[in-house]
């Protein structure tokens, strides 16, 4: 079941995976000892990549 929150209130970790949609990230995450053993909490949050400026913008009043 996926929810919009209530969220897991204490950051043990993090785990970064690469995945092409919501069902492969979800069926990743059932394999998590975290998840299959313990039942804890697990966020998913999506990473939104940020390319690097080309250039550096000139200060104000320069």
Same mark, same amino acid.
């Not at 990549?49 to 320069?62: K, Q, W």
């Given at each position: 079941? *996926?929810?919009?929150? =209530?969220?897991?209130?204490?950051?043990?970790?993090f785990y970064? &995976?690469?995945?092409g949609d919501l069902d492969?990230?979800?069926?990743? *995450?059932?394999?998590? =000892?975290?998840?299959?053993?313990?039942?804890?909490?697990?966020? &998913?949050?999506?990473?939104?990549?940020?390319?690097?400026?080309?250039?550096?913008?000139?200060? =104000?009043?320069?």
């Open positions: 079941m *996926a929810t919009d929150g =209530p969220y897991a209130e204490i950051l043990g970790g970064l &995976i690469e995945a492969e990230v979800q069926g990743l *995450a059932a394999l998590l =000892p975290e998840v299959r053993d313990t039942h804890s909490a697990v966020e &998913i949050r999506p990473m939104v990549e940020h390319g690097l400026p080309t250039s550096v913008p000139p200060a =104000p009043g320069s």
